[in-house]
């Protein structure tokens, strides 16, 4: 059974940074895409960026660019995310997701539960 | 980017109803188009992917349609379970993107 785990999230000040974690079993990790998206308070769903399986491909929305890194560590099936220079418009519950890029359409097939990113002062 | 543009953001619904929402993509996405359900508190859910394959274990109540800009989501036989918001999302380029939602209310 495929078992996505984020971790991470918390309450946290302006400018500040925060490490998402993702814990991933029940499948061949080293082998999927994986994505990072998220869900504002209020909101709709928010892609935030993609990584390959091999981590030499990663892409990113363009609200994040330059302050949040994915990331992933195969050896021990987890995927990051950094998030530095936080902002209050960040505040969402965040979201991995399995992506199989060889299946026609390359959807997010598998999600985690999600882990709420907080920033207020 | 391209921008997906849902309709309706909100509807209402009786069980046993067919409902069907459109998503339309501001450029062609080929059919790198997918469809996922939302309920409050649980993880998005992968319905139809590359516009009209039924994820495994998705009922057959749910079927897509669609290629290029224009893809609908039908939902036929509306059921209880069914009360979440859909979105729809491109993977044809980076930013991948997604609708604004629409709600179905039972």
């Known amino acids: 059974e495929v078992q996505l785990l984020e971790s991470g999230g918390g309450l946290v000040q302006p400018g500040v940074s925060l490490r998402l974690s993702c814990a991933a079993s029940?499948?061949?990790?080293?082998?999927?895409?994986m994505s990072w998206v998220r869900q504002a308070p209020g909101k709709g769903l928010e892609w935030v960026s993609l990584?390959?399986?091999?981590?030499?491909?990663?892409y990113y929305a363009d609200s994040v660019k330059g302050r949040f890194t994915i990331s992933r560590d195969n050896s021990k099936n987890t995927l990051y995310l950094q998030m530095n220079s936080l902002r209050a418009e960040d505040t969402a519950i965040y979201y991995c997701?399995?992506?199989?890029?060889?299946?026609?359409?390359?959807?997010?097939?598998?999600w985690g539960q999600g882990t709420l990113v907080t920033v207020s002062s | 980017d391209i921008q997906m543009t849902q309709s309706p953001s909100s509807l209402s619904a009786s069980v046993g109803d067919t409902v069907t929402i459109t998503c339309r993509a501001s450029?062609?996405?080929?059919?790198?188009l997918n469809w996922y359900q939302h309920k409050p508190g649980k993880a998005p859910r992968l319905l139809i992917y590359?516009?009209?394959n039924l994820q495994s274990g998705v009922p057959s109540g749910f079927s897509g349609s669609g290629s290029g800009t224009d893809f609908t989501l039908t939902i036929s036989s509306l059921q209880p379970e069914d009360f979440a918001t859909y979105y729809c999302?491109?993977?044809?380029?980076?930013?991948?993107?997604f609708g604004q939602g629409t709600k179905v209310e039972i």
């Open positions: 590359a516009a009209s």
């Open positions: 029940g499948f061949t990790f080293s082998t999927y895409a």
């Open positions: 999302q491109q993977s044809f380029s980076t930013p991948w993107t």
């Open positions: 450029q062609n996405v080929n059919n790198y």
């Open positions: 997701a399995k992506v199989p890029i060889a299946v026609a359409g390359k959807p997010h097939d598998y």
């Open positions: 990584i390959s399986s091999s981590g030499g491909n990663i």
